[in-house]
């Protein structure tokens, strides 16, 4: 199960004091509600999968014999699970707001330098620091970067560093304890001397003022927004950010419809213009509503293009039900959980091994009135994610234009969605968010795209980025304004 940890479940590690210690029979009884739930409501798993896992989980579980832990110290146990094999990027374990609350202090125990990751170096990423923007950090507390980075990774995806790079001041102190003092390591920009600073910590507080005057990534109030677009006249190149595929500008009565009027103002305008050449930026879109991927790509299909969408949920005989205290990140009493799930479960059909659902059943699309049918460039990241991982796979498969950018963060198979259900383990409390269904698409999708990761077409060598990098400018979409112009004048 792969964990997405959330700022402030995290923060909780900062003061371990007076919390109560659970013994090993009651860490232990979290510990096997907490194997059922992820080996039996994940629908990602198959049998011999399950198998595995449980093995894995339940041989790790043997090392609670004879502990006492609190309930943010089993936590860090639970972190330190690095199982093989099929993972669940919609899941996550968290503590509750009232240990939170109850440990939360002003404590000063925070890395104080952002940074940013790249070819597995530390880049800082502040500047007025006392550690000068752009140097790269080769050691913490005699601890070597490619150390820090086997420890605190679950695992070395391209998703897991871009998530890495805004927790890993928590992180590193749920992995290495309370630090209040900092030997790092580190090197100036296009400097190969190694300089030593000491740093004190911080708390949450200076934190919170330290993040907001980050220099990575840039134009971040354009990245609250849905969609962002810009005309390169110069070059007639048009440019869509496009951050998520859930509509976050406004409450909106009908979402799809909301996409496509937008999506029908913006390439109307790209035909007045008579644009020569897009790029779709998807660097920082990590998913959304699952139908409105091929309601995008419509406006840039060459051909018609088929479509098939499937929510599979295993099933609705949820194990450890009694731990169930809510769905969808919210709590809601029994009787009222229980009529949310009926509800949802009308929905679907009964086969003889699973309940599905057809999103979309075999729809042939056909491309949009005032479908692009310019050169495309669509860029990627560790970030694209779960919907946009769809998007990228419908437009690799139509071999639509180039993607360019780091491999992206998850591949359209395994998207697992449908509904999250909430547990808490009886003991510490812990609460632990997991997805009941996993979609799948038209088989037309998955012969085309055998490998069910997305690759790049073109990644920039570590030294050009960090060029860019030094300069606070877009690495990636510089040069493909670049490798735009260029071909331009070829």
């Given at each position: 199960m792969r964990h997405l940890f959330f700022l402030?479940?995290?923060l909780s590690f900062?003061?371990?004091r007076g919390q109560t210690q659970l013994n090993d029979v009651q860490l232990s009884e979290d510990y096997q509600i907490l194997v059922n739930i992820i080996c039996e409501v994940s629908p990602t798993l198959n049998d011999a999968q399950k198998d595995t896992l449980r093995n894995y989980l339940e041989n790790r579980g043997k090392e609670l014999n004879g502990q006492?832990?609190?309930?943010?110290?089993?936590?860090?146990?639970?972190?330190?699970?690095?199982?093989?094999?099929?993972t669940d990027g919609h899941?996550?374990?968290?503590?509750?707001?009232?240990i939170v609350e109850s440990v939360l202090g002003d404590n000063k125990v925070l890395f104080p330098i952002p940074i940013v990751i790249e070819n597995n170096q530390f880049l800082v990423n502040i500047e007025n620091a006392a550690i000068p923007y752009g140097s790269v950090i080769s050691e913490i507390n005699g601890k070597s970067v490619d150390s820090i980075l086997a420890t605190v990774l679950k695992a070395a995806s391209t998703f897991e560093i871009r998530n890495l790079e805004r927790s890993f001041d928590i992180l590193f102190l749920l992995k290495y304890g309370a630090i209040n003092t900092f030997q790092i390591a580190y090197s100036l920009p296009n400097h190969s001397e190694i300089?030593?600073?000491?740093?004190?910590?911080?708390?949450?507080?200076?934190?919170?003022?330290?993040?907001?005057?980050?220099?990575?990534?840039?134009?971040?109030?354009?990245?609250?927004?849905?969609?962002?677009?810009?005309?390169?006249e110069a070059e007639n190149i048009f440019y869509v950010q496009l951050n998520s595929f859930t509509w976050r500008d406004e409450k909106v009565e009908n979402e799809y419809d909301t996409f496509k009027k937008k999506f029908e103002d913006i390439f109307k305008t790209i035909q007045k213009q008579?644009?020569?050449?897009?790029?779709?930026?998807?660097?920082?879109?990590?998913?959304?509503?699952?139908?409105?991927p091929s309601l995008f790509y419509s406006f840039i299909a060459e051909d018609n293009f088929n479509e098939h969408i499937e929510l599979i949920v295993p099933d609705f005989d949820f194990p450890e039900s009694q731990h169930l205290v809510g769905v969808e990140n919210r709590s809601l009493p029994a009787e009222a959980l229980d009529a949310y799930l009926k509800n949802f479960k009308k929905g679907f059909t009964k086969n003889e091994d699973y309940y599905d659902v057809k999103v979309v059943n075999q729809k042939t699309?056909?491309?949009?009135?005032?479908?692009?049918?310019?050169?495309?460039?669509?860029?990627?990241?560790?970030r694209t994610f779960s919907a946009a991982a769809y998007f990228a796979a419908l437009f690799k498969s139509q071999n639509r234009g180039k993607i360019i950018g780091e491999p992206i963060g998850g591949t359209?198979?395994?998207?697992?969605a449908g509904m999250q259900l909430v547990y808490e383990l009886p003991n510490s409390e812990l609460l632990v968010n997991m997805p009941i269904g996993l979609y799948k698409f038209s088989e037309d999708l998955d012969k085309a795209m055998p490998d069910a990761n997305i690759g790049s077409d073109m990644i920039l060598h570590a030294d050009l980025f960090y060029e860019h990098y030094l300069n606070k400018k877009d690495a990636y979409l510089i040069e493909t304004l670049g490798l735009i112009s260029k071909a331009n004048k070829d």
């Open positions: 402030f479940a995290l900062l003061n371990l006492n832990f609190t309930a943010v110290e089993f936590f860090r146990f639970l972190m330190g699970s690095k199982p093989s094999g099929a899941g996550n374990i968290s503590l509750p707001s009232t300089q030593y600073l000491k740093l004190d910590a911080i708390n949450v507080e200076s934190r919170e003022q330290i993040y907001k005057n980050t220099v990575m990534p840039l134009h971040r109030e354009q990245l609250t927004k849905t969609i962002n677009t810009q005309f390169f008579n644009v020569s050449n897009l790029i779709i930026d998807l660097r920082y879109n990590s998913g959304g509503n699952m139908i409105v699309n056909k491309a949009n009135k005032r479908a692009y049918q310019g050169k495309v460039y669509l860029l990627v990241s560790g359209f198979r395994n998207i697992t």
